[in-house]
């Protein structure tokens, strides 16, 4: 039972090479709560013949402690496709799991927390979409990846926010509509002659940053680099983001973060934890904007909580959740052309 792990000494010299890694960021009491639970999981995993995915966004003791592959949602669910494993567990939140399902259809994908969503993805619904259609025939939909399925079942083509404007050139359409990151989508039609519809949909962590902090933050550290991923807010982008990477996709900004030189530690980051990956290659956390959530209801819950339902869904084989969700999107088609 879970509930009967303790840490010993055979958990700590299995771990303490972990914990090198993360003792900056995780107290020693609540790593010898999550310890014995990283080992129970990685034994569970050679058993089911798992791969653990872990989002950027996840807390140190799940990204460093178990995840077999980190990154982006995208990049992650490509991991998988690779692998040869037969159960999926991804850490994260539901269209992250959606879309390493889409990539494999014929493996179990599971998600530890089913309550685990996304404000921007849940900021439009498939009845917005169709309406939005009804409005503007004839005009093709472009969806971000950060949505749910049934979403980009109702879209044209869907992209990534690095290849965002080459996908709406692509069309050869002199109208696209753009969903669901308003910022995204304005960001994108400053770049292009292509008139961009956008809709309001936002991500509640990137709405919390302002100009005025933006400015402050120059002001309190002068010379600071301040970088910043393309759905970011657009006033951002156009007044004070710029020296490194502006704009640019999550996985640019985390290899720009790594391109720093070791003592430049003082960062503003407009996608507060993002960096756990370089924070432990010495990037170090000065300057750091807020905390690794991405809305109110964050990817996939608190730490012994996450770790608990990890460890709990791979000691059975159980039904596949993510089936359920995809069984209508799959039947109407999701086109993830230009995206994989």
């Known amino acids: 039972m879970l509930e009967t792990l303790e840490f010993t000494e055979a958990v700590a010299e299995a771990t303490d090479h972990i914990y090198e890694k993360v003792k900056q960021s995780v107290p020693r009491f609540e790593w010898e709560l999550a310890a014995p639970l990283i080992v129970e999981i990685n034994r569970l995993k050679k058993v089911r013949n798992a791969v653990i995915l872990g989002h950027n966004y996840m807390v140190p003791e799940i990204f460093h402690g ?169 006033d951002h982008r156009v007044q004070h983001v710029g020296q490194r990477a502006g704009g640019a996709s999550r996985a640019r900004v985390h290899q720009a973060l790594l391109d720093l030189p070791p003592h430049e530690d003082d960062h503003a980051r407009e996608d507060p934890g993002l960096f756990e990956g370089a924070q432990v290659r010495g990037r170090g956390a000065g300057g750091s904007a807020g905390s690794g959530t991405s809305g109110g209801r964050a990817h996939a819950g608190g730490r012994p909580r996450l770790a608990n339902r990890i460890a709990s869904q791979l000691q059975a084989p159980r039904p596949d959740p993510i089936e359920h969700r995809l069984r209508q999107p799959l039947r109407e088609g999701v086109l993830l052309t230009g995206v994989v």
């Open 66 to 234: 178990i995840s077999d592959f980190k990154g982006d949602s995208l990049g992650l669910a490509r991991e998988a496709r690779d692998s040869e494993a037969d159960v999926i567990l991804f850490c994260g939140v539901h269209f992250m799991a959606e879309t390493a399902k889409i990539l494999n259809p014929g493996r179990t994908v599971l998600i530890p927390d089913p309550e685990a969503g996304c404000s921007l993805s849940e900021s439009i619904t498939v009845e917005d979409v169709r309406l939005l259609k009804e409005r503007h025939p004839g005009i093709p939909v472009v969806t971000y990846m950060n949505t749910p399925a049934a979403i980009k079942a109702e879209s044209d083509i869907c992209c990534t926010s690095a290849n965002a404007k080459a996908v709406v050139e692509s069309l050869g359409s002199e109208t696209v509509i753009f969903l669901p990151d308003e910022y995204l989508a304005r960001n994108v039609a400053k770049e292009t002659d292509v008139r961009v519809l956008t809709w309001h949909g936002t991500c509640m962590v990137h709405e919390r940053f302002t100009v005025e902090e933006i400015r402050a933050y120059r002001a309190q550290y002068p010379g600071i680099e301040v970088i910043s991923r393309r759905p970011s807010h657009h």
